[in-house]
């Protein structure tokens, strides 16, 4: 049976290339991809969303338009990393599709609220308004919610986007601070493991070879996106920041880490959306996040490659 999942996502590259993964894994059903402000305004992440839906022929999977703007704070986009687009280096058609008519924060408490036993995986790779819009609005679904995995944070890898604070969080540490502390099982997937995650020149050249328009789509981006943490990390290839989170839930023995308490910085402007990870416990208090922190990174890159191919 597989998981049902929702897609939470600001794309950018590198969560093109999260969504790409998880349409080709049939351990995962996307029952929805909702789209948030994030590396790109809004209608353009919400139009990048259907661009990469109707690149694989996946015009099945219903995408929603969710939040503008974060909770409280002003807006703050990452172009600089992105490009104008969000996904620079393919270039995708405009869609011939749209969004659904329901808010992406409608479809999240309506899913959950109608998912069975089971529940439903919520998968955000960009700030976390649209989730914590959700869980304020209908606490009920809560229990619905098997696991939230993210993409977010950082500890001994501090910040990509302030000295302490890695984008995701930064964009929205008021909503980051309602999901961290909500209750709902969390997996994190922070620069503290995604740095490890590199596409190295090699592994971009097995991309190259995938002779198809996905594999043209996903060379031209990631070729793309590299150039910005090459540059300023000196690291020889990007980091594959959101695929790590459906990665995970595809084969979780690719990744180790330990449960943490985690809380986030909301009010200091020098560390606003830091996430204090309590790594060696010393507050004593109860953990509520599954910190990874260590990757099977060529056993990683082989999944991606190998489902991008099939795609
Ligand atoms: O800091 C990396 C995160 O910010 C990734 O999700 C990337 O897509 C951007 O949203
Ligand atoms: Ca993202």
């Avoid at 180790?256 to 020098?270: I, Y």
Wanted: charged content about 20%; hydrophobic content about 45%; some cysteine.
């Amino acid at each position: 049976m597989a998981r049902p999942i929702i897609i939470d996502t600001d794309p950018g590259q590198d969560d093109a290339v999260a969504i790409l993964l998880a349409l080709a894994s049939p351990e995962l059903d996307v029952l929805g991809i909702t789209t948030v402000a994030g590396n790109v305004p809004q209608p353009l992440v919400t139009t990048n969303a259907l661009r990469l839906c109707e690149l694989v022929g996946r015009t099945d999977v219903p995408v929603f338009i969710g939040a503008h703007q974060p909770l409280v704070r002003e807006l703050f986009t990452a172009e600089y990393v992105h490009g104008p687009t969000g996904i620079d280096g393919a270039d995708l058609p405009d869609p011939v599709t749209t969004a659904q008519p329901k808010h992406a924060v409608d479809f999240i408490i309506d899913t959950c609220l109608a998912a069975g036993t089971d529940g439903v995986t919520l998968c955000p790779v960009g700030p976390l308004t649209n989730i914590a819009s959700a869980i304020a609005r209908e606490p009920m679904i809560i229990p619905k919610i098997r696991e939230i995995a993210l993409m977010g944070g950082g500890f001994f890898a501090g910040g990509n986007t302030t000295p302490v604070a890695e984008f995701n969080i930064y964009v929205d540490p008021d909503a980051a601070s309602l999901v961290f502390n909500s209750g709902v099982p969390i997996t994190m997937f922070s620069l503290d493991v995604t740095h490890k995650a590199l596409v190295l020149p090699e592994d971009l050249d097995r991309i190259r070879a995938i002779d198809t328009p996905v594999g043209e789509a996903v060379a031209g981006m990631l070729g793309y996106y590299e150039r910005h943490d090459v540059e300023k990390y000196g690291i020889a290839g990007a980091p594959l920041h959101d695929p790590c989170v459906i990665a995970y839930l595809i084969d979780p023995d690719l990744f180790t880490g330990k449960a943490c308490r985690v809380d986030v910085e909301t009010e200091s402007e020098l560390t606003v959306g830091q996430t204090i990870v309590d790594w060696w416990g010393v507050t004593g208090a109860e953990p509520n996040t599954m910190v990874m922190s260590e990757i099977d990174r060529s056993g990683f890159i082989d999944l991606v490659v190998e489902r991008i191919a099939e795609l």
